[in-house]
């Protein structure tokens, strides 16, 4: 007996693995089913990728613009500033002339 069932093992392993009508089409179904799925996965989540990539190139060209508004704004801010501290020592030197002014009288 011995002999007869190493010769059906090495039969067994001499066949390998074929595709025939022994495949119930149930199988075959779900895994092309399944492969649709995947296939279908995939192209959404590469599509969604891409609109990140859109709206990231978006953003990044609105926070530029935003930049060099807000740029503009503090170089305007700061000759405020200056214009501010000039006014300021002119109404203090005026302060000072009119109490000699004053003074003198």
């Not at 590469?46 to 859109?54: A, R, Y």
């Not at 305007?76 to 200056?82: A, G, I, L, P, Q």
């Amino acid at each position: 007996m011995s002999t007869v069932l190493h010769k059906l093992v090495i039969m067994a392993n001499n066949q390998g693995w074929k595709i025939d009508k022994h495949i119930p089409v149930a199988l075959l179904a779900t895994l092309i089913i399944h492969l649709c799925g995947t296939v279908w996965a995939v192209a959404k989540f590469t599509s969604h990728i891409d609109n990140i990539d859109q709206a990231i190139s978006a953003q990044t060209q609105i926070n530029s613009r935003q930049d060099e508004k807000i740029e503009a704004i503090q170089n305007v801010n700061y000759s405020v500033d200056k214009r501010l501290s000039m006014i300021e020592n002119a109404v203090l030197e005026i302060k000072e002339n009119v109490k000699d002014v004053k003074g003198k009288r």
